[in-house]
């Protein structure tokens, strides 16, 4: 089993910054794909951005030189700095990995989410 457990959420002004951290444990091989995601209330999850093992990375147009993603590969964690967020940056944020074990098969885990509200 995988699990991920997401940190670095939590209540920032506008215009502020949060780093958000996700970090992979279990039955790991290797994690191909590694993203954020995000649901606001009364939204569907929309894809944030995600981050490929050798570190090309892809974002929504709308946190578009806002925010980064990295990853650190020997401790299987993904990252999420958020910079000059807005109100419309508040929602719950998933990170998602896409792990292959050592017999070969993958899955698609997911991260139970961290709250980050920007509000003044």
């Known amino acids: 089993q995988v699990q991920l457990v997401e940190s670095g959420g939590g209540l920032v002004q506008p215009g502020g910054s949060l780093r958000l951290s996700c970090a992979a444990s279990?039955?790991?091989?290797?994690?191909?794909?590694l993203g954020w995601y995000r649901q606001a209330p009364g939204k569907q999850r929309e894809w944030v951005a995600d981050?490929?093992?050798?570190?090309?990375?892809n974002y929504i147009d709308s946190v578009k030189g806002r925010f980064t993603i990295s990853r650190d590969n020997a401790n299987n964690t993904v990252y999420l700095q958020m910079n000059s967020l807005k109100p419309e940056d508040t929602a719950l944020y998933y990170c998602?990995?896409?792990?292959?074990?050592?017999?070969?098969?993958?899955?698609?885990?997911w991260g139970q989410g961290t709250q980050v509200t920007v509000s003044s």
């Open positions: 981050i490929t093992p050798g570190g090309t990375s």
């Open positions: 998602r990995a896409h792990v292959i074990r050592r017999d070969g098969s993958n899955d698609v885990y």
């Open positions: 279990g039955s790991i091989f290797t994690i191909s794909t």
